[in-house]
């Protein structure tokens, strides 16, 4: 399964100040169950992806340039 990377802005981070910052972009992962849940999987900056409130998040769409520069860092 090839699926295109998402990525997220953090815009709430009230109950998790220390895994999550403000405004910055966050790597999002598949997750289905966590979905039906209204959850999104987010490799957060411990570097572990955990699930956290949707509400969260926005979704972004990102330039190429952008998308690959990254990933490369992950």
Known sequence: MN???QFAIC???????????LWKVYR??????????????VIDESGEDYLFSASYF??????????????ATA
């Open 28 to 41: 999002v992962l598949p997750d289905d169950k966590g979905a039906r849940h209204n959850m999104l999987r």
């Open 3 to 5: 699926t295109k990377p």
């Open 58 to 71: 926005v979704p972004v769409e990102l330039p190429q340039a952008a998308e690959s520069a990254l990933l």
């Open 11 to 21: 815009v709430k981070n009230e109950e998790y100040p220390a895994s999550l910052q």
